[in-house]
């Protein structure tokens, strides 16, 4: 079967694992009507924190992560469940609301600074200079410790969503 493109293998990468204290940062969380900066910190203060990490927005893996995530109504469980990429929070915006997944949040990173500090930096084949975050998904408790790390090791790639979603049940 032709799929119209090649899986990319992407390597090893050098993420915090589980156990480790997640990197704080502050960027732009945007939600479907509006955005503001918050921190993870922030976030973590009020309860767990599933972060997913994700191709930008129009980017078909995104699309399958988002769909996934909300057919598995991750929105029930009693965590943050907040998403990252370099696209902008007008993309985020207008992203929730085309895939109806506005009961989630989404930090906006253009220059993919967070997914540097995390290890997981991922440069587009043909488009040089441009960098993404590789997709991955952090369970993050309420004191900022990682609980279950996930990292593609291949594009695309897509998370393990039963163990991510046994490790959310272990919090």
Do not use: C
């Amino acid at each position: 079967m032709n799929l119209g493109f090649d899986i990319v293998e992407l390597g090893p990468a050098d993420h915090p694992e589980a156990g480790e204290k997640a990197p704080d940062f502050t960027r732009p969380l945007v939600n479907d009507e509006y955005w503001a900066d918050a921190s993870l910190s922030e976030l973590t203060d009020d309860g767990p924190v599933i972060l997913v990490f994700h191709p930008m927005d129009g980017d078909f893996p995104s699309t399958y992560i988002w769909q996934e995530i909300d057919d598995r109504d991750w929105d029930d469980y009693d965590a943050s469940v907040v998403g990252l990429s370099i696209s902008s929070p007008y993309e985020h915006s207008r992203f929730l609301e085309e895939w109806d997944v506005e009961q989630y949040r989404l930090f906006s990173d253009p220059q993919n600074g967070v997914a540097e500090e995390y290890g997981i930096v991922h440069e587009l084949d043909g488009m040089e200079g441009i960098a993404e975050p590789r997709p991955a998904v952090f369970v993050i408790d309420g004191d900022r410790t990682i609980e279950f790390a996930w990292v593609a090791t291949d594009w695309p790639e897509f998370p393990p969503y039963d163990d991510i979603e046994s490790a959310i049940e272990g919090l």
